[in-house]
């Protein structure tokens, strides 16, 4: 990667622990600088950071058991280490404090303040899951709005997985999803209230036209078939978005392997390169 360029990229790992060999080989390979994980599916103490720091990786892991789990690995730096954002509520019903939730996780990298976050699912539109999962965004368009009160000029990457399909291209068929989570109203409200709030998709100008996803079912040979989602993304502040100069959905890291060869997670790593 030349010395003028950072690169950035999210990825849903569907558990670190059985997929840390792909993803930092993947690393090596894609010239990664830093890398958002979600779903690492571990608590601190089990994640498998030798390997990161072999490859020359310094990483920052809020896991607490086998759900969720949040991390950013970088080669640039990693300073201002902060779990969970002003306001963020909490599913847990006992009083849990919301950064057991281990959705958020924010490192300032190379001077980019990068927050990996693992959006909450929804589960259904009658579940209980689904009104946090609004609050929970707005929560997060709140904080970040005054974020950019505070300082403009600030290089802001909101990253990850935001279980939401924004628009009726972003999903297979919208005939399947009739009724489901992922591409109601409100939450299709909460990920443009993102927007209003002058945090950009970035992605999108490089990867734009129905088709492009960055998440396939393991089920009924969905990646074969080409029925996934676009619900992993980069969204960047003002002065983040003026800096990128390219962005891809790196669909070929979905493909399943050789027989003997890990196992796939089943979203494919989004990246973005910034100009330093």
């Not at 002003?86 to 006992?94: I, L, T, V």
């Not at 404090?97 to 303040?113: H, M, Q, S």
């Not at 990850?160 to 989570?181: H, K, Y």
């Not at 409100?186 to 960055?214: C, L, Q, S, W």
Request: aromatic residues 10%; glycine residues 6%.
């Amino acid at each position: 990667m030349p010395a003028d360029v950072l690169r950035l990229a999210t990825w849903n790992v569907n558990s670190i622990r059985a997929r840390v060999d792909r993803v930092v080989d993947w690393l090596r390979r894609g010239d990664v600088d830093v890398l958002a994980m979600q779903e690492t599916k571990c608590a601190d103490d089990q994640f498998p950071t030798m390997p990161f720091l072999e490859a020359g990786y310094e990483v920052v892991h809020c896991g607490f058991n086998q759900w969720n789990g949040v991390a950013i690995a970088s080669r640039v730096g990693l300073d201002n280490v902060e779990v969970g954002f002003e306001g963020q509520p909490s599913w847990g019903k006992d009083g849990t404090d919301a950064k057991a939730e281990a959705r958020a996780l924010a490192a300032t990298c190379a001077g980019v303040r990068v927050w990996s976050l693992y959006v909450p699912n929804g589960r259904t539109l009658a579940d209980p899951h689904y009104q946090y999962k609004l609050e929970w965004l707005a929560a997060l368009r709140n904080t970040a709005e005054q974020w950019l009160r505070d300082d403009p000029q600030q290089p802001i990457a909101l990253v990850g997985d935001w279980n939401i399909a924004p628009t009726d291209e972003d999903v297979w068929d919208m005939a399947a999803f009739a009724g489901a989570t992922h591409v109601s109203e409100p939450e299709r409200d909460a990920f443009n209230a993102m927007i209003d709030a002058k945090f950009t998709d970035v992605v999108r100008p490089y990867t734009a036209g129905p088709g492009v996803y960055t998440y396939w079912d393991y089920t009924q040979l969905a990646f074969q078939k080409r029925r996934g989602m676009r619900i992993d993304f980069i969204l960047g502040s003002p002065e983040l978005a003026a800096r990128v100069t390219h962005a891809e959905i790196v669909k070929d890291e979905r493909r399943p392997g050789k027989k003997g060869d890990p196992a796939p997670s089943d979203h494919a790593p989004v990246l973005v390169d910034l100009s330093r």
